[in-house]
């Protein structure tokens, strides 16, 4: 199984979902393209999250200097994102792909994240409330069915919001995958207790 964490936006906390479906599913990690923050990327915080030993943390097609859209770190390093260049790796296991910020993000002059997202993908929606959430959140789903992109389900990070998780559920017929509360901190113990919640679920898809 492959599955393509996405979210609404920057910062909605794909890569803490990213590292429970790891756990859960003892799955490897790849994140295509890196942009920034190389010291403490998202595949080192996947790293010091997770315990299970069968998980292999897959590199980055792109590792890029500047925390800015792809295509402008990309521009910066003095590169062009090629999607050629961006190989899936080989696995057996189950493979876990983290987008970078939206699904409309710029890659290069043509393409953007969702041209990553492959046919035998399923994406895993990344939710978080805010004022302006609903419509990010319908926007993108919209988008992804447009291209006839297979959605697994959605997940809410962050505090509940009844109504907002009501009106998107109804109107996009997803299912919820479940949600994250407003954690204090997030280490081990953490991802390890969402993984338990959230493993039941993700082997069903």
């Known amino acids: 199984m492959k599955l393509f964490i996405t979210g609404i936006g920057t910062d909605i906390g794909k890569t803490i979902v990213s590292a429970i479906i790891t756990e859960a599913l003892e799955a490897d990690y790849w994140k295509p393209i890196q942009a920034g923050d190389l010291e403490q990327s ?14 292999v ?12 859209s792809p295509h402008l770190a990309a521009k910066i390093d003095g ?3 090629d999607l050629k260049e961006i190989k899936e790796p080989i696995t057996t296991n189950h493979l876990i792909i983290e987008g970078a910020g939206g699904i409309f993000v710029p890659l290069n002059e043509t393409e953007c994240v969702v041209d990553l997202i ?5 994406v895993i929606l990344v939710s978080r409330h805010y004022l302006g959430s609903i419509n990010h959140t319908l926007m993108t789903v ?25 009106i ?3 109107k996009t017929g997803l299912k919820c995958m479940g949600r994250i509360d407003n954690e204090p901190y ?10 338990d919640l959230f493993r039941d679920t993700l082997l069903e898809l």
């Open 186 to 195: 997030f280490d081990k113990n953490v991802i390890l207790e969402y993984a």
């Open 57 to 68: 943390i897959h590199s980055n097609s792109y590792a890029l200097n500047t925390a800015a």
């Open 168 to 170: 998107i559920l109804k």
């Open 79 to 81: 590169i062009t994102i």
């Open 118 to 122: 492959q046919p035998d993908y399923k």
């Open 42 to 55: 998202d595949s080192h915080k996947i790293k010091s999250f997770i315990t299970n030993s069968k998980t």
């Open 142 to 166: 919209e988008a992804l069915q447009n291209r006839k992109i297979n959605i697994a389900g959605i997940i809410f990070n962050g505090g509940l919001n009844e109504e907002s998780e009501s």
